[in-house]
Structures are given as C-alpha cells and as structure tokens.
C-alpha cells in the first residue's frame, strides 16, 4: 500500500511539470502575434507610413526662417581717407500657402489612401505570420509522431530479428529470414536518423516563427468555427474582407489623388510673403535700419519644359496598372480559398479513410504473424505485412497534419485569419491609436512611444 502511495506521488510531481509546459496552439500563435520579428517590422513600417498625413499637411501651415548675416567692410578715399565697418543684421521671412492649385488637398487625400493600403499590408503580413505559425506547430508534431512511429518500428523489426534467430538456432528457420530481418531493421534505422533530423528542423522552424521551443504539443482542432458552410460563400468573404484586395483598392485610390496632385502643377499659386529686418552699420557705422513688408505673389505657370505633362501621363499609367492589379489580386483569393477548400475537403476524407486502413493493417499483421507461426506464411510477407502498417500510420499523420493546415489556409484566404476573430488572448494591435497621435503634430522628433 505504501509503495502504491509512493508510485502515484512520484508519477504526479514528474507529470505536473510536463502539464506546466504543455503549449496548445493558440499560446503558441499568441506569442507569434506578440514577438515574430516579422509582424513587428510591419508594425513599424505602418507606424512610418503614418507621418505621410503630417508631411502631406504641411502643406496648408507656414514656413518661417530667420537669417543673420555680419561682414567686413573697408573704404578707400583720397578725401575723407580710409573707414572700416562691420555690418550686420538679422530678419525673419514668413511664407503662408494660400493657394497651391489644390495640390495639398490632394496630397493629403494621397497620403490617407497610402495610409490605410498599409494598414491593410500589416492584416496581410499578420495572417501570414499565423499561418506560418500554425503550420509550424503542426509540423513539429507531424515529425515527432513519425519519430515514435519509426522507433516503434525498429522494435517490431529487433523482435523480429530475434524470432527469425531463435527458429534458426532449432531449425525452423532459414539464413534468409535472419537475413531479409536484418536488412529490414538497418533500413529502418537509416529512416529514423532522417526522421530524427527532420524533427530537429522543424523545432528551429517553430523557434524561428513562434519564438520559444517548442514543448507538449497537442494535436489541435482547425479553425472550424470560421470556416463558411459553403465553397461560395467562402470566395464571396474573401473578395470582399481580404487584405490583398483591399490593399490594391486603396493603392487605386492613392494613385488617383496623385495624379490629380500633379495636375494641379498647372493652376496658378497664390501666397503670402511676410519679412522683417533689421541691419546694423549698412553704410555708415552707427547707423541702423530696419524693414517690415508684407506682399502676396500669385504665380501662373506657362511652359515647364514638359516634365510636368511627363509626370501627368507616367501618373495616369500607374493609376491603370494599379486598377489591373485589383483584379489580378481578385483572382490570385479566389485561386486560394478554391484550393484551400478542396485539400480540407480531402484532408478529412482522408482522414477517415487512412484510420480505416490502419486498423485493417494491423488486423492484417496479426493475422500474417500467426500464420506464420504456423508455417502458412514467410518471414518476408510478415515483414511486407508490417511496412504497410507503418506506411498507413505515417500517412495518417499527414492527413492529420493537412486537415489543420487546409483549415488554417482556407480562414487565410477568406481574409479571417486574424487574433480578434481567433480569440488569441493578447493585446490586440490597433494602427489607428499611432495614426491619431502623429496626424495633426505640428513640431517635434520624438516618437510618440519615446524614440
């Protein structure tokens, strides 16, 4: 009694801390959210893409320079003889934009578009970051399972091998049953050294994209609560919420306000100019000056040389080649969510179908054994009988594999794949909290987090 007490004690503190690291996969693509290198660098590069509303707004706000100047000056008269001076002065200009031919406008308009094109390249980049996750945690158990299943193997061959010796040492047996055994075996040993090593890729991949190593893992359920009931209704959510289409139709938009941006290159400018000054020892030493002006200058351009009617039509090629990049974006989702559908379609069929195969196998092998026991069967067709069976498990393990990663690529390719409609429990990433705080800044290099 006492021994069985130690036992369950002892089996509970060492399954305790195995419990404490066990990683599901949704820790796992929360902390891909929270550290890969890769969403942060997008993160950041939409952050940039923010101050394109404050350098595009700059436009309707003054500009103010102040100048000082100080010389030497030196005159030379055969009447009033030599005099030295040192002028000097100081001023400030200040010009006002009154009137840019609605350049500004539009370039604001520019930078909105560009803005939320970003925001959506950022959704694009999260879901592929997610995907990748996923698939890396699922290939991480795919290749430990093959590991346990080729070692698993090699005892059944070891076994085997024994049992081929022992018939041959009372002679019911032949040199070639020891033989094709062990042959067996150290193929089976080459197999799992490579299974070993793919394993061991796979665990740096999951480090690479998910940031920890991996440990316990669990075969998850695909997203199956965001996948549609339908392979239409599936196209129709991705044309319409997919992050690439809406990234093209924004870069439309962009590319439409730039040109109408660089068309306004030929309405007239209106500004005003406003300069006071103050100069010191000008012409006499001692003396002092001073000038305050204000003036307004309207400019009408005639002839620029061609550049700007250049930049009209390179600007309106750029807007078509973006129209003909949403389209093209259309089919590139549609081609997804049609091929994502149909391999988790087969993924679970295959699914039911391999575990059949594998139960009948194993019936098979048992059934080989015995009648090989009774010399109705070869060592060989029991070898055969055994490779069947641990091909059927291994390709079961891929249809495992598959079913999560269809699932996971076919809630990408609807454009869902995201940590609110996941659930992940992480601090959900908001572009729109930097976009308020750096859009209506006037001065200053510090960043709004600091740097």
């Known amino acids: 009694m006492r021994w069985s007490v130690f036992l369950l004690v002892t089996s509970a503190c060492i399954a305790a801390p195995q419990h404490a690291n066990a990683e599901s996969l949704r820790t796992a693509l929360a902390a891909a959210y929270n550290h890969n290198p890769t969403l942060n660098a997008q993160r950041a590069a939409t952050r940039a893409a923010d101050e394109k509303i404050a350098q595009a707004k700059s436009g309707y706000r003054p500009t103010i320079t102040g100048d000082a100047n100080f010389g030497f000056a030196r005159t030379t008269s055969n ?8 002028p000097y ?5 200040i010009n006002q934009n009154l009137f ?3 350049r500004t406008i539009n370039n604001v308009a520019s930078a909105e578009a560009n803005i939320k094109a970003s925001r959506e390249q950022l959704r694009r980049v999260e879901q592929q970051i997610l995907q990748s996750a996923a698939s890396a945690y699922v290939d991480v158990l795919e ?3 093959i590991v346990s299943i080729r070692r698993q193997n090699i005892g059944f061959l070891r076994e085997q091998l024994r049992s081929s010796q022992a018939r041959l040492d009372v002679g019911e047996g032949t040199r070639t049953d020891v033989a094709q055994s062990q042959a067996r075996l150290s193929t089976a040993q080459a197999t799992l050294a490579a299974a070993q090593a793919s394993l061991s890729s796979t665990r740096a991949t999951y480090k690479q994209v998910i940031g920890r190593t991996p440990s316990g893992l669990t075969w998850p359920n695909g997203p199956g609560h965001l996948y549609a009931n339908a392979l239409q209704t599936a196209i129709a959510v991705g044309m319409n919420e997919h992050p690439a289409i809406r990234l093209t139709q924004h870069a439309v938009d962009a590319a439409a306000f730039s040109v109408k941006s660089l068309e306004g290159a030929y309405l007239p400018t209106l500004s005003l100019r406003g300069n006071a000054n103050r100069s010191y020892n000008s012409g006499n030493s001692g003396n002092r000056n001073s000038s305050v002006s204000a003036t307004v200058n309207l400019s009408v351009p005639i002839y620029q040389g061609g550049a700007v009617s250049s930049q009209v039509r390179e600007g309106r090629e750029t807007l078509a080649q973006t129209r003909i990049q949403v389209d093209e974006a259309r089919d590139e989702v549609r081609a997804s969510v ?6 988790l379609q087969a993924a679970n069929a295959n699914v039911r179908a391999i575990q059949a195969t594998v139960n009948a196998s194993k019936l098979a092998l048992d059934g080989v054994i015995e009648e090989r026991n009774v010399g109705q069967r070869t060592q060989l067709e029991v070898l ?7 091909d059927a498990k291994v390709s079961l393990v891929g249809a495992r594999k598959m079913r999560v990663t269809a699932g996971y690529a076919l809630v990408s390719a609807m454009g869902r794949l995201n940590s609110s409609r996941l659930g992940l429990a992480v601090r ?3 572009p729109q909290h930097h976009f308020d705080e750096v859009k209506d800044m006037w001065i200053g290099l510090r960043t709004p987090s600091g740097r």
């Open 79 to 86: 009447r009033t003889g030599n005099s030295s001076t040192n």
């Open 89 to 93: 002065g100081y001023g400030i200009t």
């Open 100 to 102: 840019d031919g609605f």
């Open 143 to 145: 290749a430990g399972e």
């Open 338 to 343: 049609v091929s994502a559908w149909s391999s």
């Open 384 to 390: 055969d009988s055994q490779s069947t069976v641990l």
């Open 428 to 430: 959900h990433y908001d």
